[in-house]
Nanobody, 114 residues
Framework: QVQLVESGGGLVQPGGSLRLSCAAS????????MSWYRQAPGKERELVAS????????NYADSVKGRFSIARDNAKNTMYLQMNSLKPEDTAVYYC???????WGQGTQVTISS
């Protein structure tokens, strides 16, 4: 069955970095456009970044451009989100998503606080 398992979340001070991973299984990862979303308390889930099947094309929310970088390793069936210069407003649960057919991971908590 399809599985998306996020990892790498945690508590980091402002200005710090984290790298999230999304391990995929149960489908042909290299054929799927993938995305990272996040949801902060009391807010709607929002798109953070997306990446094409071969990794050549990426897209970012304006709020993370220049600080976050999305990547994938199709040989390892894994997608990544490198997050630098983290801000308190980046605090959220981060979700991995397969675009189509839609499938979500369970999420990983990222907390930015001093």
């Amino acid at each position: 069955q399809v599985q998306l398992v996020e990892s790498g979340g945690g508590l980091v001070q402002p200005g710090g970095s984290l790298r999230l991973s999304c391990a995929a299984s149960g489908f042909t990862f290299s054929s799927s456009t993938m995305s990272w979303y996040r949801q902060a308390p009391g807010k709607e889930r929002e798109l953070v970044a997306s990446i094409s099947q071969d990794g050549r094309y990426t897209n970012y929310a304006d709020s993370v451009k220049g600080r976050f970088s999305i990547a994938r390793d199709n040989a390892k069936n894994t997608m990544y989100l490198q997050m630098n210069s983290l801000k308190p407003e980046d605090t959220a649960v981060y979700y991995c998503k397969r675009t189509w057919p839609t499938y979500w991971g369970q999420g990983t908590q990222v907390t930015i606080s001093s």
